[in-house]
């Protein structure tokens, strides 16, 4: 990923109460290649609070902290999403049993298990670990489970899931439309997420 705070920058746009919290998190997701599942869930927690309404933050903040970044308003949601979904304990007991069963954990997976309720969750995980599930059949199983429990959740994950998917086109037409600027150098990290968003839809 790619930061920049020149005079053009998103950074400037930022109010007080988000610079704060990108100086904290700044550190996180370039250091995002290791440990990309911990640094995640730390920016996560302590980019909680912008999910909530205060003058702090100014309008649209998840937005403009994403532009700040140059990464996808949906990576940004996630990272809020895993970690006011899990615990420390829950993610580190995952990540062992991924670990002690050869599994290979990726942020997807969390996305995934973080969209359904705790006893979903729990049958997603043995089931997951059981049949060594990527991403993509993670996510077919939720929906299915999801759609099987009723209870009328589906129309909430359907929208947020459409949102998803349109955040994803969206930086897929803007790669499409500079590829042939080799001076736009937030290309990288536009890439960059489209991987992170598709391995995690």
């Not at 969390?110 to 979903?120: N, P």
């Not at 209870?151 to 590829?179: C, F, M, P, S, Y």
Request: hydrophobic content about 40%; aromatic content about 8%.
């Amino acid at each position: 990923m790619q930061f920049g705070t020149g005079e053009r920058s998103p950074y400037n746009r930022l109010s007080s109460g988000l610079r704060q919290l990108y100086s904290q998190v700044r550190p996180l997701f370039m250091d995002s290649e290791r440990d990309l599942i911990q640094n995640r869930y730390q920016a996560g927690i302590i980019l909680a609070p912008i999910g909530q309404a205060s003058r702090d933050y100014g309008p649209a903040p998840i937005p403009n902290i994403a532009k700040a970044f140059a990464v996808s308003v949906c990576l940004i949601r996630n990272c809020i999403l895993v970690a006011s979904t899990l615990s420390r304990e829950d993610l580190n007991q995952l990540m062992t049993a991924a670990r002690t069963k050869g599994f290979i954990l990726a942020w997807g997976h969390l996305v995934e298990l973080c969209k359904v309720d705790s006893t979903i969750r729990a049958e997603l995980v043995r089931d997951m670990f059981n049949n060594r599930m990527r991403v993509f059949e993670l996510a077919r199983a939720r929906r299915t489970r999801t759609f099987s429990a009723g209870d009328g959740a589906l129309t909430d994950q359907a929208a947020n899931e459409w949102t998803e998917q349109q955040e994803l086109r969206k930086l897929e037409a803007l790669w499409i439309r500079v590829r042939a600027r080799p001076n736009f150098r937030p290309l990288e990290a536009c890439i960059e997420e489209i991987r992170d968003n598709v391995s995690g839809s």
